[in-house]
């Protein structure tokens, strides 16, 4: 296993368009978290999901962001109608979130631009 | 809402010296993670420490806790010029199921 995988690493598009961007979570890791990262700044919490279900969602998360884990493997975030505002490094982490260890794992990034 | 802060915001030292972290955090924690990322890449993990742990190392880093005063410290000794990066503490609540919470980051360069 190769770590947490996101495609695409970049991502460049124009304002109104939508997004999808996709997570292939480390296989054995019920837990899969979202994460938003601006420059300078730390990663802001967007969701998370434990198996298929979404259990938590940020206020960050606008109703332009849906996100899914269809099988409780890998997830896709979208974003609808693209603003200039959305460009941010988007990171997905999974864990395997045991008692003992909630270690997370992350993904290098999609890095989306917004023109 | 970011629950950590680190401290100093930007910390610039010599390749060789110590280079000390800090993170304060608002609420009860059940471990405190420290995290690296290097210039535009994903966070690698460094250290967790428990709630019910002072002090732990790990090859050139110490970390350590004061549940007291809600605040951690991450220190990285003889630093070289690859410990360039941003760390960032990550907080995992003690709350139950909740994801894990990080401060803004400090980043340090280390002049060779």
């Known amino acids: 296993d190769t770590g947490v995988s996101q495609d695409p690493r970049h991502k460049i598009t124009k304002r109104g368009q939508n997004v999808t961007f996709r997570c292939d979570p480390i296989?054995?890791?019920?837990?899969l978290y979202w994460y938003r990262q601006t420059l300078g700044q730390g990663p802001e919490f967007l969701t998370y999901?434990?198996?298929?279900?979404?259990?938590?969602k940020s206020r960050l998360l606008s109703d332009r962001f849906s996100a899914e884990r269809p099988k409780g493997s890998f997830s896709t975030l979208e974003i609808q109608r693209t603003e200039q505002g959305d460009s941010a490094m988007y990171l997905c982490?999974?864990?395997?979130?045991?008692?003992?260890?909630?270690?997370?794992?992350f993904g290098q990034g999609t890095r989306l631009t917004v023109v | 809402s970011q629950q950590g802060e680190e401290d100093p915001q930007a910390l610039s030292i010599q390749e060789g010296e110590n280079a000390t972290m800090n993170c304060s955090y608002k609420t009860s924690i059940n471990n405190l993670q420290w995290y690296r990322q290097n210039s535009g890449r994903g966070l690698v993990h460094l250290i967790l420490?428990?709630?019910?742990?002072r002090e732990k190392h790990s090859g050139r880093l110490r970390v350590t806790l004061d549940t007291s005063k809600k605040s951690s410290s991450l220190l990285i000794t003889a630093s070289r010029a690859a410990d360039t990066a941003s760390y960032f503490c990550?907080?995992?609540?003690?709350?139950?199921?909740?994801?894990?919470?990080f401060g803004k980051g400090t980043r340090l360069s280390v002049i060779a």
């Open positions: 990550a907080t995992d609540l003690s709350s139950g199921n909740t994801p894990l919470v």
């Open positions: 999901f434990q198996n298929e279900a979404q259990l938590e």
């Open positions: 420490i428990r709630s019910n742990e």
């Open positions: 296989s054995e890791h019920n837990r």
């Open positions: 982490a999974s864990s395997p979130r045991t008692f003992m260890n909630t270690e997370a794992f």
